[in-house]
């Protein structure tokens, strides 16, 4: 794959904007779990013309959305089960989990543009198999990489019903990148935000260099965040695989690649936490 497996923030804005207007429900309300029936899904149209997944756009992308408070597993996810009809729609629409126990500024900066990705992948798929692909997926290494692994596209060892970890899984090889470069650049805003440097590429290679030393060289569990976890995981399980994270990241973050307006973030998230509760009848 050349360069970082993305989306450009305008795609997903519409989602973007409703999922601020849900954080700002649960702060209206004061509420510690999101009640059956309060907050409904929303279906969104996906467009993809100008973007290199401009091909799939026949395929009439449409992604309906749920937000959901889960503490015991704080992800979000994308899944083909549709929650709200009860069945499997995925040859007619996507459907993403947005969890909101989590920080706002770590769903707007990665968690949407994450899952949205994962229905890229199931895209890519569809395309490639209609087109006799003897390797209808897309979005993840290649098959040299893979083929190493000795499981499936979605995790499952061979001859296995029990996927393996969620860093180990193929599908998540990109997607994962993708976020680790979003939390680089997250530090990296804030550290310009704080007034301790300007932004050059020098800065930004030097900054660099930094965080990808700390990931290594600290054991400090305060450190420790998706940059960190992503780069110390595949190191260990999958050397090649590092070689090809590390190129990416570093040309993705130096290059200020498709980057997310962290600023818009950062409005977004004050405005979440700057709602009030509701005043009770």
Known sequence: MEGLFSVP??????IFNWVVSKYKVTREEELTEIPEGLILPKMFKLDLK?????????????????VIWEEKDTSSYFWGWDEE?????????GNIYINLINEPVHVLSQHIEHEILHYVQY????YKASHGSEYPHGGTVSRKILAKKNVSF????????????HSKRPIEFYTNLNSAVRHIQKMY????????????VGNRKKFFQEKLDQS???????????FRYVLREVRKENPDLYKVYLKLIYKAFVND???VDMDEVERAADEIYGTKPREKD
Do not use: A, C, I
């Not at 973007?51 to 959305?65: A, D, M």
């Not at 895209?123 to 569809?126: A, E, H, T």
């Not at 805003?189 to 050059?200: A, E, P, Q, Y």
């Open 216 to 226: 290594f060289k600290l054991n400090d569990p305060m450190l420790d965040n998706r």
């Open 9 to 14: 923030q305008s795609m997903y804005r519409d």
């Open 189 to 200: 805003h804030t550290s310009l935000s704080l007034g301790k440097k300007f932004d050059t």
């Open 154 to 165: 979605e995790g499952y060892p061979s001859g296995g019903s029990k996927r393996v970890k």
């Open 85 to 93: 009809l009860k069945m499997n729609t995925e040859d007619d629409h």
């Open 257 to 259: 690649e498709n980057s």
């Open 50 to 66: 100008g973007t290199r997944y401009e091909h799939l756009q026949y395929l009439n992308p449409q992604v309906k959305v749920f």
């Open 123 to 126: 895209l890519l798929g569809v």
